[in-house]
């Protein structure tokens, strides 16, 4: 059984889990340096008396007590209350006195629920059995009955849920949660939260050690015979239905555990709807393994490259050789899985932590849609011969060239923006995993201060374009397509689901900004005025 860490003087238990205490765990140690890396005893924890308390009566599960339903249709809002991304000061953070509907609401999120995977097995048909290409009727005089049905039998017959299937992917997902726990890492502190009066929660990170170890032992099983990377490739079906399913079922256990647990937040009565976004805000198992920073970081982005290296290794074994453009491949994708990793502390703050809720969206997209749709440009790579898709050198080079640097901005801006956050915190850690790179974090910054004590930064690559880090991955992501060539449409998939995906995410980060802050983002807007591409757009 996994011992539960002690907490750390001052700190208290995260609100809405209920826990035994042995005598023996009474006493309590202290927090480790800010730059200790430490090993398997991480606890959660909010620290007493920061911010302002909730008003009204505390019920024992944390939560403020209130009399509204759970419905939009509460408590109404006071005039002299300040509404906090959904959450009105002294009320009952269950529930979202301001609710923003995206995505269409109710009818939109149940279209894209069964949309989704859908359209995942479509792809894996056409690049599967359509050589790369849609697949369409064999004729005109072909029903469209008849060719569904044909559609649904390549699905049972190629993409069937095997056995085997099953344990490929949950051995994963329970190793990586071992891997969480157990490898040496560092602290990571999140940002006030509004509806715990200010409080803030530690997440113990290993992303680093975890990834390094995954790699290792994944070269070892492949090596000696006992697992061979490829078989990821072989197995590509049946392992995108477990994973689909998977989604499903984390998801329903989520919503329906958080109800039982009265662990829900920010709820708009819209069970559809609260189900796709989420019940609960800081799901934690343990009292340690956060799973949004679990799902987020480790299981997505760690099997996208594994898929990559397992792509490699099918190739070198064919061909005597790792094509250039499986290289590039395999070279980006280890990135973005490295970067996700020796950051992770600094994702401790940012919006998918501190707001997005733990549901659909998050929980599938994660075990599916991100390590399972995106990886498209690997398929079509694994699946033809070289000489079917090579590119001449200056071609190649400029592909490797020009990533790099838009791996050095996206990197570099990202650590900026979120080592002022963590300074702010008072949790900065100054890390040396690799790579470590020029300007990742400016030196006493030009900031624009909120009434929320936020700091809005105006400096450095974000005293050029405020979304610069978006740019970055959209031309991350137009790379991964381009590099495979024009031939099949799906490798292109997610450059074209990423470009609406960030225009949607910047518009409404753009709005919730401009309620929140006020004159202070406003002012932010008139200093960088530049949204994606510095004096361009």
Not at 229 to 242: A, E
Not at 386 to 398: A, G, K, R
Not at 488 to 513: E, G, L
Request: with cysteine; aromatic share 18%.
């Amino acid at each position: 059984m996994i011992r539960k860490p002690e907490l750390p003087a001052g700190y208290v238990e995260t609100p809405g889990r209920k826990r035994r205490r042995s005598a023996a765990s009474s006493q309590r140690g202290s927090l480790p340096p800010e730059d200790a890396i430490v090993g398997k005893d991480p606890a959660v924890v909010i620290r007493r008396g920061e911010g302002p308390n909730v008003q009204g009566k505390i019920r024992a599960n944390g939560y403020a007590n209130g009399t509204a339903n759970g419905h939009t249709n509460g408590k109404p809002k006071s005039k002299d209350k300040k509404v906090i991304d959904g959450w009105e000061e002294g009320s009952d953070p269950r529930i979202d006195l301001n609710p923003h509907f995206e995505f269409g609401g109710s009818w939109g999120v149940s279209a894209m629920m069964l949309g989704f995977p859908l359209l995942m097995y479509y792809m894996w048909i056409g690049a599967t059995y359509y050589d790369g290409r849609f697949p369409t009727r064999s004729s005109s005089s072909e029903t469209y009955s008849h060719f569904l049905r044909h559609l649904g039998q390549l699905a049972y017959e190629g993409a069937f849920p095997t056995l085997r299937a099953w344990i490929i992917y949950w051995s994963f997902f329970v190793f990586e949660g071992v891997c969480y726990l157990y490898m040496p890492g560092v602290y990571g502190k999140g940002k006030p939260l509004p509806s715990l009066g200010g409080k803030q929660l530690l997440y113990y990170c290993s992303g680093v050690s975890s990834f390094y170890f995954t790699i290792v032992l994944a070269l070892f099983l492949h090596i000696t015979g006992l697992f061979k990377l490829y078989t990821l490739i072989d197995l590509f079906g049946p392992l995108m239905s477990v994973a689909i399913l998977s989604g499903f079922l984390v998801s329903f256990i989520a919503y329906f555990s958080a109800i039982y647990r009265d662990a829900t937040h920010r709820m708009t009565g819209y069970p559809v709807y609260d189900f796709f976004m989420g019940a609960e805000l800081n799901p934690r198992m343990f009292g340690w393994l956060d799973f949004k920073m679990f799902f987020e970081v480790r299981l997505p982005w760690f099997i996208l490259f594994l898929v990559t290296l397992g792509a490699a290794a099918r190739q070198y074994e064919n061909e005597g050789y790792i094509s250039g453009e499986v290289g590039f491949l395999l070279m980006a994708h280890f990135l973005y899985a490295n970067a996700c990793c020796k950051g992770e502390e600094l994702i401790a703050t940012t919006w998918d932590m501190y707001y997005e809720k733990w549901g659909f969206m998050l929980i599938f997209w994660n075990l599916a849609g991100v390590p399972l749709s995106y990886c498209h440009c690997t398929i079509y790579l694994a699946n033809h011969h070289p000489s079917t898709y090579s590119h001449s050198t200056p071609i190649l080079i400029f592909f490797y060239t020009s990533y790099l640097f838009a791996y050095w901005v996206w990197d570099t801006a990202n650590s900026q923006k979120n080592m002022l956050r963590a300074r702010e915190r008072g949790y900065a850690i100054d890390r040396k995993t690799f790579p470590q790179l020029p300007w990742k974090e400016v030196k006493n910054p030009k900031v624009i201060q909120t009434e929320t004590g936020d700091a809005l930064l105006c400096d450095g690559w974000y005293g050029l374009a405020r979304k610069i880090h978006y740019t970055c991955d959209l031309y991350f992501a137009l790379c991964w397509g381009a590099i495979t060539g024009f031939a099949s449409p799906f490798p292109w998939f997610y450059p074209v689901f990423f470009t609406a995906m960030i225009v949607h995410r910047a518009s409404r980060d753009i709005v919730r900004c401009r309620e929140k802050y006020g004159d202070a983002w406003a002012e932010y807007e008139r200093r960088v005025p530049y949204l994606f591409i510095p004096y361009v757009i």
